[in-house]
C-alpha cells in the first residue's frame, strides 16, 4: 500500500478495526443464509504528508449505485444544508447569471434551497435511487460518478461554475489527485469550491473510530486537506470549524491566481492542529487506547443491562453504527433491534452483526427500557425527538463522544 497523495510507503498503522462487511450493504431476509464478504478496517498515517487513510478495498461503485442513505430524513441536517445556501449565496453574492454544481448532492437536500432563490444548479450523483428523489423535488440531477471527463462536460454544457459544494464526499474517493483536478475542472477562474468533511482531530482527540468505515478512504485535518488540493492548482483561503458529524470543517478554496491571502482562520485552526500534535506522527497514536475503552465502556453496559434483564433497543441505522457494532460485537443479545426513519432500511438487518431494522414507531409500541442511539452525532436533534420516552421511565444512552444518559428533562448526566 503507498499512500494515494504523495505516492511514499512509510505508513503508519494507527487504528486496526478488524474485517467488517461495507457498512451500507443492509441485508435482505433473503440474504441472512448466505455468506458475506469482509474486508480489514486498518486506519493509517502516512509519515511523510499526514494524511490518514485505510486501504481502496472496495470501490465507489460498490456503494453509490444505489445507496441506502438519504440526506433529507435528517431535520438538522436540511436546516444546515439550508443556512449554508444562504449564507453562501450572500458572501459570494449569487444570482441567476451565477451558477453552482454539488458533487455527491444525495437527494436534493441542499441544492433544493439553490433552485428556490433562483440560482441556476446542477447536482452530479452516482446513486441511481437517491438522484431520482432529488430530481423528483426538482433538483436537476446528472447521474454519474464525476470525473475529469464529465467535469469538462458539464463545464461545456453549462459554463464553469462559480461555486462547487463537496459536502461529505472529499473523503469518499479512492482516486484522491484525479477527482481533486475534477473538481477544478467544473470551477471557474475566479471561482470559489467549499469541501465539509470531518475534522480528523475530532476522530483522534474524541475517539469517533464509528468515522471509519469502507466508503471513507481518507481522513483530513486542514494541512493534509491544504496538500491535497495543491495538486490540482488550488489553494485554502478559508476554514470555519462547524458542529456536523461531531466536528467537521468547512474548507473553501481557490484558484491559485486569484486566491490571495488566507484568512487568519486558516492560520489558527492550523495551529490548533499543531498544537493537539497532528502535525507529527505521534499526536495520532493515542486513537488506539481511546477506542478502546469507548469498546469496554459501552460492552459493560450493555451486559450489566443484560444482566438486571432490561430491554435494550437502538435508534438509527446510520453506516458508522455499524462500525461501532462490528468492532464492539454488538449482537441481539444486547440490542434486540434497531430503528430508522427511512423506509428504504425497514424489514432489513445491519450488516455483521445482522440486527433487524424496524420503523421508528416500533419503540413507542414496545417501549423499552434503554434506547441506545446510534447516529450520536445528532444528539441535540433526537433528544427532541426521543423526549417522551421518559413518559414511561426509558433512558437514551449516547455511546460517544463519552457514554452518557440524556436527561430528558433538562441537561445531561454523566
Known amino acids: 500500500m503507498a499512500c494515494r497523495l504523495c505516492n511514499s ?26 455468506p458475506e464478504p469482509t474486508f480489514p478496517l486498518h ?11 485505510i486501504p481502496a478495498l472496495i470501490t465507489p461503485e460498490d456503494t453509490f449505485t444505489e ?4 440526506s433529507s430524513f435528517s431535520d438538522s441536517w436540511v436546516a444546515h444544508a439550508k443556512d449554508f445556501v444562504e449564507q453562501a449565496a450572500d458572501r459570494l453574492e449569487l444570482g441567476p447569471e451565477s451558477f453552482v454544481v454539488e458533487v455527491a448532492s444525495n437527494d436534493g437536500y441542499l441544492l433544493q434551497h439553490v433552485v428556490s432563490r433562483g440560482i441556476p444548479c446542477l447536482g452530479i450523483e452516482p446513486s441511481v435511487n437517491v438522484g431520482q428523489a432529488a430530481r423528483e423535488r426538482g433538483v436537476p440531477t446528472e447521474t454519474a460518478f464525476l470525473d475529469e471527463t464529465l467535469g469538462a462536460k458539464v463545464t461545456a454544457e453549462h459554463g464553469p461554475a462559480d461555486l462547487v459544494v463537496a459536502n461529505n464526499v472529499y473523503a469518499h474517493i ?12 467544473l470551477l471557474a477562474d475566479d471561482g470559489w469550491l467549499s469541501i465539509e468533511v470531518h475534522h480528523a482531530q475530532n476522530l483522534v482527540e474524541l475517539a469517533q473510530f464509528d468515522t471509519i468505515y469502507h466508503e471513507h478512504f481518507q481522513y ?25 458529524h461531531g466536528g467537521s470543517i468547512r474548507v473553501w478554496a481557490r484558484p491559485e491566481l486569484v486566491a490571495g491571502e488566507p484568512t487568519s482562520r486558516v492560520h489558527e485552526i492550523l495551529a490548533i492542529e499543531e498544537a493537539a500534535g497532528l502535525h507529527n506522527v505521534d ?3 493515542e486513537l488506539a487506547p481511546r477506542t478502546q475503552k469507548v469498546r469496554q465502556d459501552l460492552l459493560r453496559f450493555l451486559l450489566d443491562c443484560a444482566a438486571a434483564g432490561k430491554r435494550v433497543v437502538g435508534y438509527g441505522a446510520p453506516g458508522k453504527g455499524n462500525t461501532l457494532l462490528n ?65 414511561w421511565g426509558g433512558e437514551l444512552v449516547y455511546p460517544l463522544p463519552h457514554l452518557h444518559s440524556a436527561d430528558l428533562k433538562g441537561g445531561l448526566e454523566g
Open 67 to 70: 445507496y441506502a442513505y438519504f
Open 220 to 244: 483530513y485535518t486542514v494541512l493534509s486537506a491544504s496538500r491535497a488540493l495543491a495538486t490540482a492548482g488550488l489553494k485554502v483561503v478559508d476554514v470555519e470549524l462547524i458542529p456536523t
Open 283 to 285: 499526536g495520532y497514536l
Open 43 to 53: 486506519l493509517r498515517l502516512c509519515e511523510d504528508c499526514l494524511l490518514l487513510q
Open 327 to 391: 468492532y464492539c460485537g454488538i449482537r441481539t443479545d444486547l440490542l434486540e433491534y434497531t430503528v430508522d426513519r427511512n423506509p428504504y432500511k425497514h424489514g432489513r438487518f445491519t450488516p455483521g452483526t445482522r440486527i433487524p431494522i424496524f420503523p421508528a414507531e416500533q419503540i413507542d409500541k414496545d417501549r423499552p427500557d434503554v434506547v441506545l442511539v446510534l447516529p450520536w452525532n445528532l444528539e441535540t436533534e433526537l433528544n427532541a425527538q426521543l423526549r417522551h420516552i421518559d413518559e
Open 9 to 34: 510507503e512509510r505508513l503508519r498503522s494507527v487504528l486496526d478495526l478488524g474485517a467488517t462487511p461495507p457498512c451500507e450493504k443492509f441485508l435482505s431476509a433473503d440474504e441472512l443464509d448466505l
Open 174 to 185: 479512492p482516486d484522491l489527485l484525479g477527482f481533486t483536478r475534477s473538481l477544478r475542472a
